[in-house]
């Protein structure tokens, strides 16, 4: 089953994401809603287990990237697919716009020193990606240095993953309709108010533009080492469960194991 959701929703080294051709309502994979739930609650709690062999092993990492456009569930899913997993075993950056200091190094340095450290999972909420995207739409550099980035990037995951990181990413995709609900009730609720902000909006009138990019981005950097996953997002119950069941997949196949003590429980005696 889980074989199954990666399968529909990864894609292809090489192959055209489509964005236009995917349904962000899609829930064709989750046909009842309370199994689906449910099936996201012992995802969660699967996860932590295999976090705990993970980081009993203390020899890989696991990094979890999250791209999405505002309000695209970024944070959301990372309460909902991690909240069972224990905070020591999980390391989170969130990205923002650079500092004078990071702006003074190469796009990949303050990235490379938030990935995680063998034994964690790390959770990027955004990434170096935005240096494809905002950095693209906004043209935040010379063009034939964002032009070069795609290829950069394939190249730093790749170390990543020969050190021992295995790499998810996953692009969370919603429609435009589902954004402006959400921004108008960013607006409208008052415990969602702090959320809002104004130039949300403005990039919500590059759209297009921004869809563009992701696509690029998914046609350039989906690779057999580091995949892009598109996850179907208007629906948040859908989504938690497609990113849960992913996840856990891929800590099952990585597998890590408890050490072995080189002793004996008969060896000591605890007076
Ligand atoms: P938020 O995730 O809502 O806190 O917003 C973070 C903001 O930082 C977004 O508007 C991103 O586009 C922006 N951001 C993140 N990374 C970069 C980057 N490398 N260059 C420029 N802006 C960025
Ligand atoms: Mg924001």
């Not at 999972?121 to 550099?141: K, M, P, Q, W």
């Not at 063009?143 to 969370?172: D, S």
Request: with cysteine.
């Amino acid at each position: 089953m889980a074989r199954d959701i990666a399968a529909r929703f990864r894609i292809a080294p090489g192959k055209r994401a489509h964005l236009g051709r995917r349904d962000p309502a899609d829930i064709a994979a989750f046909p009842d809603r309370g199994d689906t739930e449910a099936q996201t609650a012992r995802d969660s709690a699967e996860i932590d287990r295999l976090q705990d062999r993970l980081y009993a092993e203390r020899r890989r990492a696991l990094l979890v990237v999250l791209q999405g456009i505002d309000t695209a569930g970024k944070d959301g899913t990372i309460r909902s697919v991690f909240k069972e997993t224990s905070p020591l075993g999980v390391q989170v950056a969130a990205f923002g716009r650079p500092s004078d200091e990071e702006l003074a190094h190469d796009f990949l340095w303050r990235i490379h020193r938030a990935c995680p450290a063998r034994g964690f999972i790390g959770l990027f909420n955004r990434s170096h990606y935005e240096d494809v995207l905002v950095g693209r739409v906004r043209t935040l550099a010379p063009k034939t240095e964002i032009e070069a980035r795609y290829g950069q990037i394939n190249a730093f995951e790749k170390m990543l993953t020969e050190n021992g990181t295995t790499i998810l990413k996953f692009m969370l995709h919603i429609s435009k309709a589902e954004q402006r609900e959400r921004l108008q009730a960013r607006l409208d609720e008052p415990k969602s108010r702090w959320k809002f902000n104004p130039g949300d909006l403005e990039d919500r009138k590059l759209w297009d533009r921004y869809s563009a990019a992701y696509e690029l981005m998914l046609y350039k950097c989906s690779t057999a080492w580091a995949p892009w996953y598109v996850i179907p997002a208007d629906r948040k119950w859908a989504r938690n469960a497609a990113v849960a069941a992913i996840v856990r997949e891929t800590l099952e196949d990585m597998n890590p194991q408890y050490p072995k003590p080189n002793w004996k429980a008969g060896d000591f005696k605890v007076g």
